[in-house]
């Protein structure tokens, strides 16, 4: 069973340029959330889709943003990139089902975002 | 607001000790669940236990066991029998709600380093 996969693992842009990352979650997972990791702030939370549509969002800037098809599969975007935005992006996918099994949140390899 | 803590920035273990890493959490919420995780310098997060708040039984997964103590508001992961391939940082994660809304907040992390 193919696990969280995710494109670009790395990639370096520069700073006013957009970005866009892409993730295909677990087959059958409809939950599809984003993260960003960095040194001095840890993991943060991003946005979560659900059924193609944002559930939840965490405290970041219109900058970054994101979508889900209905295929599940999503993709978030960072414009107007700044030095700050450098990090780590993680995504997760979830059954979001009753039980153990429904309830356990997978992720994937991350992209490795550098702006200079 | 929910909140993890770590306390232990890092840990040194000899191999094939156990090891417990350290989680206290703090939520208002009756209902959540509780996670570890796994991260290699590689960047993937890989997950190693979950257990629900209504779970009545310790998590096990292999060498990986959670003591999770309601009253105290911990969720210690245990590591039997370490091997040189523990050495990662381990992150402590909390959703709130069993079910829906896909959003983790983590802990600071626990670097583990398993000496030969």
């Known amino acids: 069973k193919a696990g969280v996969t995710q494109t670009p693992r790395y990639l370096i842009k520069t700073r006013g340029q957009q970005v866009t990352l892409s993730c295909s979650p677990i087959?059958?997972?409809?939950?599809v959330s984003w993260y960003q990791q960095t040194p001095g702030q840890g993991l943060q939370f991003l946005f979560e889709y659900f059924s193609e549509t944002q559930r939840n969002k965490g405290n970041f800037p219109g900058r970054f943003s994101g979508r889900q098809f209905s295929n599940s599969r999503s993709e978030m975007n960072v414009s107007t990139l700044e030095l700050g935005d450098s990090a780590l992006y993680l995504c997760?996918?979830?059954?979001?089902?009753?039980?153990?099994?429904?309830?356990?949140?997978?992720f994937g390899e991350g992209s490795w975002l550098t702006v200079v | 607001a929910q909140k993890i803590t770590q306390t232990q920035p890092g840990m040194f273990v000899q191999e094939k000790e156990a090891v417990t890493l350290d989680c206290t959490y703090d939520?208002?919420?009756?209902?959540?669940?509780l996670f570890w995780y796994k991260q290699p310098s590689s960047g993937e997060m890989i997950f190693l236990i979950y257990?629900?708040?209504?779970?009545?039984q310790n998590a096990t997964e292999g060498r990986y066991s959670l003591n999770f103590q309601k009253a105290r508001k911990s969720a210690n992961l245990v590591i039997s029998a370490s091997q040189l391939g523990d050495s990662a940082m381990y992150f402590c994660?909390?959703?709130?709600?069993?079910?829906?809304?896909?959003?983790?907040?983590f802990g600071q992390g626990t670097r583990l380093t398993i000496n030969p």
């Open positions: 997760a996918s979830s059954l979001d089902a009753k039980g153990r099994a429904g309830n356990t949140i997978y």
């Open positions: 994660a909390m959703r709130e709600g069993v079910q829906g809304a896909q959003k983790l907040v």
């Open positions: 939520t208002s919420d009756q209902s959540y669940g």
């Open positions: 257990q629900g708040s209504y779970d009545e």
């Open positions: 087959s059958g997972h409809r939950s």
